[in-house]
């Protein structure tokens, strides 16, 4: 079945520290790959995809994030943690085939960050 | 330009009433997604639909579960006989039109909070 596994339900980070969220995918094929960020309060939104071509992918807000296949691991990373970073991280992954756009989701990375 | 909308924000219901989320999407947007929230199960795909039809409805937990989307735009998501593990914030995003997998970005909305007591 396919599934997307988030190891680490809660980090902190000291502001202007780096940033690495973990981020693993049991799939049959390459899945289309996505990390989304929900602030508190405010819906989500997402940071950047990974479809194909290069695997280190630039988002929003400074994030980016590498794909690996031989790990079937998909890790967003910063280099500078703001504390306006404090949010709730999700990666998802989506089939390449098949009339859907469904999203399968990780449980969820919340970020806080120390002053 | 006004994003993805849902109504209402929050809605409190006893247990074994039926309520109806409703869910405007960006105009324009073809596909549009229902998604689930809860503590204990994270976050779940429910529906898809593109334009008015629903060519996956796997998520979608039981027959007490309905969704329907008029005139390629507004969507209501029905839960009849509500129960207390419905409890949970649902989701409703939407993307240009789907062509083999979720290549455009969905864009989600506030959510509707719900409680069954």
């Known amino acids: 079945a396919q599934s997307v596994t988030q190891p680490d339900i809660h980090i902190t980070v000291s502001e202007g520290a780096s940033l690495e969220l973990r981020c693993n995918y049991s799939y049959g094929a390459t899945p289309y790959l996505f990390w989304y960020v929900q602030s508190p309060g405010q819906g989500l939104q997402l940071l950047l995809k990974?479809?194909?071509?290069?695997?280190l992918v630039q988002g929003i807000k400074g994030f980016e994030a590498e794909f690996k296949r031989s790990q079937s691991s998909f890790n967003l990373r910063k280099p500078s943690v703001h504390w306006s970073d404090a949010a709730e991280y999700f990666c998802a992954v989506g089939a390449r085939s098949g009339n859907t756009g469904k999203l399968i989701f990780g449980q969820g990375t919340t970020l806080q960050v120390k002053p | 330009g006004a994003g993805v909308s849902q109504s209402p924000s929050n809605k409190v219901t006893e247990k074994g009433k039926d309520v109806e989320l409703r869910c405007d999407p960006i105009s324009g947007h073809t596909a549009l997604y229902w998604y689930r929230q809860s503590l204990g199960q994270g976050l779940e795909f429910l529906i898809y639909?593109?334009?008015?039809?629903?060519?996956?409805k796997s998520g979608l937990p039981s027959d007490r579960f309905s969704a329907e989307r008029t005139g390629g735009s507004v969507s209501t998501l029905t839960i009849q006989r509500t129960q207390q593990e419905d409890s949970a914030v649902y989701l409703c995003?939407?993307?240009?039109?789907?062509?083999?997998?979720?290549?455009?970005?969905?864009?989600f909305g506030p959510g509707t909070r719900l409680l069954v007591l």
């Open positions: 639909f593109q334009g008015n039809s629903a060519p996956d």
């Open positions: 995003a939407s993307s240009p039109l789907v062509g083999t997998g979720p290549r455009e970005t969905q864009y």
């Open positions: 990974y479809f194909s071509g290069d695997t």
